[in-house]
């Protein structure tokens, strides 16, 4: 709670200071506002999640997944950027402790679309730092339910995204980037074995670290 209200909070005092620098600076602005990048991510679930009912134990091993992830920007100031992050993982998902040794859960895949606000230090700099701090609506989809469970199903989620990295430039168009995200995702999961229903909330809660290249549009 504390961390989404951070998050709030940030997200509301860069906007108002936005507002402001977009009046100020707009006249200056030389170069297209839109921005692509491309990166390589790798995707580490911190996973934690509630004792399962009636079984015991928790969802405490989910995989980690390597995926290429596209971001648009679009620079309201030379400071101040809005960044939406696409891109989609696939996680193997077990659960441990329970009553009957640790559990294959099977696979599922998540789509988080990630919207953030950034504010970059160095914008007129070769190497220009950023932070962000935005939210992210996770889609649960492709459920495999494993050699165990009948069917599983996921609850969406939505929650706090919070980011840091550095743009460094190589020519006037292109650029390097290193980026890390800690995105907070959580799921009401329902596993049935046949008649039966076991229910727990996880949270995967992953940080994300990635790295690639972009394109500022002249």
């Not at 390589?40 to 911190?46: G, H, K």
């Not at 007129?124 to 939210?135: E, H, I, L, Q, R």
């Not at 727990?200 to 940080?207: E, Q, R």
């Given at each position: 709670m504390m961390i989404k209200k951070?998050?709030?909070?940030?997200?509301?005092?860069?906007?108002?200071?936005s507002l402001q620098a977009f009046a100020d600076d707009t006249s200056t602005q030389t170069q297209s506002p839109w921005l692509i990048r491309l990166?390589?991510?790798?995707?580490?679930?911190?996973a934690s999640s509630s004792t399962?009912?009636?079984l015991g134990g928790h969802v405490n091993k989910v995989s980690n997944d390597a995926v290429p992830e596209l971001d648009i920007s679009y620079f309201l100031t030379k400071n101040i950027a809005t960044e939406l992050i696409l891109g989609t993982t696939k996680h193997d998902i077990k659960a441990t402790g329970t009553a009957l040794g640790q559990v294959d859960l099977g696979s599922v895949r998540l789509l988080p679309p990630t919207l953030t606000l950034q504010?970059?230090?160095?914008?007129?700099?070769?190497?220009?730092?950023?932070?962000?701090?935005?939210?992210?609506?996770?889609y649960f989809y492709g459920v495999n339910k494993g050699p165990v469970a009948s069917s599983i199903n996921y609850s969406n989620s939505f929650g706090p995204a919070l980011q840091a990295g550095a743009d460094?430039?190589?020519?006037?168009?292109?650029?390097?980037?290193?980026?890390?995200?800690?995105?907070?995702?959580?799921?009401?999961?329902?596993?049935n074995v046949g008649s039966a229903s076991y229910t727990?909330?996880?949270?995967?809660?992953?940080?994300v670290y990635g790295m690639g290249v972009g394109y500022r549009f002249s």
């Open positions: 951070l998050a709030a909070a940030v997200i509301a005092a860069s906007t108002l200071f990166r390589a991510i790798d995707v580490v679930p911190d399962i009912t009636g504010y970059h230090f160095l914008p007129n700099s070769t190497f220009d730092p950023y932070v962000g701090a935005g939210v992210n609506y996770t460094i430039a190589i020519n006037k168009n292109w650029l390097i980037n290193f980026d890390v995200k800690k995105l907070f995702i959580q799921t009401n999961a329902t596993v727990t909330t996880a949270k995967l809660n992953p940080v």
